[in-house]
């Protein structure tokens, strides 16, 4: 096995009352979308757009995420009254966003395993081109939580073996897994207040 893995540290540290959540929602939702609820508003601010200003809109939310290992943990308790089913469930968290925000737009997950980032953000884009919506929300994360998920991936022989990720390079062995959690808004460019790139064009094959 690799020795190596990435990480995300304090991933159990979530302000719920900021996003109006319960301590016991909170609790046993899965880390990932209490982490891209975060980013979410961070994405929206660095923006320079007030979440407030969004509610109403035409507003797209996409996640795109093809991995999940916390729902098995907690279903399988008898405790939490169901929450579980709702709080560690993927084909939902756009909407946990959506209504956070209150938006009006899209709103579901796109799972193309590894692409899954680059079909939303293309999505978004041609949705916004063709002016069903006003603005969109790309949010995606993966957590490394289940050490027999990692030990699959091994068997499969995909992973790195010195522990380091080498793209398109003849020392490549493989790759690395890793926690992470990112956030893009996306918008036209006339309606924006900071730029930090501009996509030109997407295509999906």
């Given at each position: 096995m690799p020795h190596r893995i990435g990480k995300v540290n304090n991933i159990?540290?979530?302000?719920?009352e900021f996003f109006n959540i319960s301590a016991t929602e909170a609790y046993i939702m899965d880390p990932m979308i209490r982490m891209l609820l975060e980013h979410t508003y961070e994405a929206i601010i660095d923006a320079g757009v007030n979440p407030k200003e969004l509610q109403g809109t035409r507003t797209n939310v996409f996640t795109a995420i093809s991995a999940f290992e916390t729902?098995?943990?907690?279903?399988?308790t008898s405790q939490f009254a169901g929450l579980p089913m709702t709080a560690c469930n993927v084909s939902l968290m756009a909407n946990q966003i959506s209504y956070w925000l209150g938006v009006i737009g899209k709103s579901h997950n796109i799972d193309t395993a590894c692409s899954s980032s680059?079909?939303?953000?293309?999505k978004a884009y041609e949705l916004i081109q063709s002016g069903e919506c006003d603005a969109a929300i790309i949010a995606s994360a993966n957590?490394?939580?289940?050490?027999?998920?990692?030990?699959?991936f091994y068997h499969l022989g995909v992973l790195s073996s010195d522990g380091y990720c080498k793209p398109f390079?003849?020392?490549?062995t493989g790759y690395m897994r890793s926690?992470?959690?990112?956030v893009v808004y996306l918008q036209k460019a006339k309606n924006a207040r900071r730029i930090y790139a501009t996509l030109v064009h997407g295509k999906v094959n």
């Open positions: 159990e540290k979530f302000d719920s729902q098995g943990h907690f279903s399988c680059n079909v939303a953000i293309v957590l490394c939580l289940n050490p027999y998920v990692q030990f699959q390079d003849e020392e490549g926690d992470t959690a990112a």
